[in-house]
């Protein structure tokens, strides 16, 4: 499917475990970005990437990994869940001169 | 650094009346302003975008909002509100010319009542 993808749309997991969110991309945008919504709060920046192998830390990166091998993929790896990344999570890509974010469906990670 | 304020998380409006969605920011730059909508449980979806052109920028379902230098703020309207625009809608604010740095306000629901 063409577009921006997520997986998995929904998660649980126990709090000291590693999970790994991935987003996947088709149009070749060079940039790509993770959030997390949450109430109150809006979209808050995790980590960005402008390219592969070049990435950089947004608002709120602590407890948070990412990679980015291939132009089109990005996961987000949180190393060690705690109760506090209970979020819904989104992945956005954009190209330059496109000037606006293009958002994934999300995934929505509940640690207990 | 840029930001952005929406006044009012939650607003509620009679189906047929006038949506105003208020949104201010603050940039040290020209900035590029968006309005993105999200309906339960799916990603956000961008409505309009002003990127230095005309002001008064259309959008898609009828939505449009105008830029305004002098009050730094870019509110969103709809002269006729249905009930599908239930939603909740976020302001952002970019910097860059290529749509990284975006700062999203805060958001503010909007209900639709019969």
């Known amino acids: 499917d063409a577009g921006i993808t997520q997986s998995p749309r929904y998660k649980i997991t126990e709090t000291g475990r590693q999970v790994t969110l991935m987003c996947h991309q088709t149009?070749?945008?060079?940039?790509m970005f993770w959030y997390r919504q949450d109430l109150g709060h809006g979209l808050r920046l995790i980590y960005y990437s402008a390219a592969a192998d070049i990435t950089d830390k947004g608002e709120v990166p602590d407890g948070y990994v990412v990679s980015r091998s291939k132009t089109e993929n990005f996961p987000l790896t949180l190393e060690s869940a705690t109760r506090s990344q209970t979020s819904v999570y989104f992945c956005?890509?954009?190209?330059?001169?496109?000037?606006?974010?293009?958002f994934g469906p999300g995934t929505r990670l509940t640690v207990t | 650094a840029q930001s952005v304020t929406q006044l009012g998380s939650h607003v509620s409006v009679s189906e047929g009346a006038l949506v105003l969605l208020r949104c201010n920011y603050s940039s040290s730059v020209p900035p590029y302003l968006f309005w993105y909508v999200q309906y339960p449980n799916q990603g956000l979806q961008l409505l309009l975008k002003y990127t230095s052109a005309a002001t008064l920028v259309k959008g898609i379902n009828g939505f449009e909002a105008e830029f305004k230098k002098s009050e730094t703020s870019f509110h969103l309207t709809k002269p006729s509100a249905h009930m599908s625009d239930a939603a909740e809608y976020f302001c952002?604010?970019?910097?860059?010319?290529?749509?990284?740095?975006?700062?999203f306000g805060p958001g503010t629901r909007l209900s639709v009542l019969p």
């Open positions: 956005a890509s954009t190209n330059r001169d496109s000037y606006e974010q293009y």
């Open positions: 952002a604010v970019s910097e860059g010319s290529y749509g990284q740095n975006f700062v």
């Open positions: 149009w070749s945008h060079s940039y």
